[in-house]
Nanobody, 122 residues
Framework: QVQLLESGGGSVQAGGSLRLSCTAS????????LGWFRQAPGKEREVVAA????????YYADSVKGRFTISRTNAGNTVSLQMDSLITEDTAMYYC???????????????WGQGTLVTVSS
């Protein structure tokens, strides 16, 4: 059974930083996408950043390039998302997920965490 344990999130003022972490377990594939997503009220879920576990590959949405950094632990199944220079538009529910396929596409992911709320105030 796949489990995704998320931590982090919270409230911060614009310009501040937050760090999210996600640990995946029970996934049977040796190589897979592990990504962070967000969904703001009234908007579609979008990929924020992703890595391939078992391969050197990272993906960032244009809206977060240069501000967010995704990284993996040596064990590979924990991924953190360091979010710096946060803006109010970053306010959303953030989810981690795993899947096999094209890491930049939401449809690739078939196992999702419960989500953690990030609120950025002006």
């Amino acid at each position: 059974q796949v489990q995704l344990l998320e931590s982090g999130g919270g409230s911060v003022q614009a310009g501040g930083s937050l760090r999210l972490s996600c640990t995946a377990s029970g996934y049977s594939y040796m190589k897979y996408c592990l990504g962070w997503f967000r969904q703001a009220p009234g908007k579609e879920r979008e990929v924020v950043a992703a890595v391939v576990v078992g391969q050197s590959y990272t993906y960032y949405a244009d809206s977060v390039k240069g501000r967010f950094t995704i990284s993996r632990t040596n064990a590979g199944n924990t991924v953190s998302l360091q979010m710096d220079s946060l803006i109010t538009e970053d306010t959303a529910m953030y989810y981690c997920a795993v899947g096999v396929g094209r890491c930049a596409e939401v449809s690739t992911y078939n196992n999702w965490g419960q989500g953690t709320l990030v609120t950025v105030s002006s």
